[in-house]
């Protein structure tokens, strides 16, 4: 069955301070590797897929990196408005492709 | 071009009842999905439609829920009975089809249900 664990649960940065979420995933052969963002009362908005180990993504603030067991969003001198849960999720060559998430990392930055 | 349309954005019903929420897709997108979030976890995927056949529902408790998909576009996810732990954000996403990973898929906004 595929996993997907994602640490920290949770992140207090202040503002600028760069730092790394981890995404650490099992799965029978790696279709995508996919990053969220989810704000409160709204549903996961797609930032990034990443296909084969050493792939890298990046979107402003955001970079995200890809090995054969895990995954990382860095994030560089983040703002408050970066302030959200990222979710990982994995999809497999098998099956019904299916997206399996992790719980998240909820990131919060401080002003 | 419109997001994916949910309704209604929220539900309080009590244990027993039944309940139903509706999906509209980005129009065109082949594959549409309902989610289960339960406060501090990460989506579940509950059932997945192609056009209007069901290619997934093995996690969907279906002694309670249902779903269906009619002429291929919109789609309803019916509970009923509920109970206290259907208590979650239920989200409805669609792609264009099931192998679409450039753009990832579009969720909507979720219907938020409390069971009391």
């Known amino acids: 069955e595929d996993q997907v664990t994602q640490s920290p649960e949770a992140l207090r940065l202040q503002e600028g301070e760069s730092s790394s979420l981890n995404c650490s995933y099992t799965?029978?052969?790696?279709?995508?590797l996919f990053w969220y963002r989810q704000d409160p009362g709204k549903g996961p908005e797609f930032l990034f897929t990443?296909?084969?180990a050493g792939e890298e993504k990046e979107k402003e603030r955001l970079k995200a990196t890809l090995t054969k067991k895990e995954s990382f969003l860095h994030i560089t001198a983040p703002k408050p408005e970066d302030s959200a849960t990222y979710l990982c999720?994995?999809?497999?060559?098998?099956?019904?492709?299916?997206?399996?998430f992790g719980t998240g990392t909820r990131l919060t930055i401080i002003p | 071009e419109a997001g994916v349309a949910q309704s209604p954005r929220y539900k309080i019903i009590e244990k027993r009842q039944s309940v139903a929420f509706w999906c509209n897709p980005i129009?065109?997108?082949?594959?549409l999905y309902w989610y289960q979030q339960i406060l501090g976890q990460g989506p579940k995927l509950l059932i997945q439609?192609?056009?209007?056949?069901?290619?997934?529902d093995s996690q969907l408790p279906k002694d309670r829920f249902s779903a269906e998909r009619l002429k291929g576009v919109d789609s309803t996810l019916k509970i009923q009975p509920a109970k206290l732990e259907d208590s979650a954000v239920y989200l409805c996403?669609?792609?264009?089809?099931?192998?679409?990973?450039?753009?990832?898929?579009?969720f909507g906004s979720g219907t938020r249900l409390t069971v009391v």
């Open positions: 799965v029978s052969g790696l279709r995508g």
């Open positions: 999720a994995v999809q497999a060559n098998f099956g019904n492709e299916k997206l399996t």
């Open positions: 439609f192609q056009n209007n056949g069901v290619v997934d």
């Open positions: 996403a669609s792609s264009l089809d099931h192998w679409e990973g450039r753009y990832g898929y579009t």
């Open positions: 990443l296909y084969s």
């Open positions: 129009s065109g997108h082949a594959t």
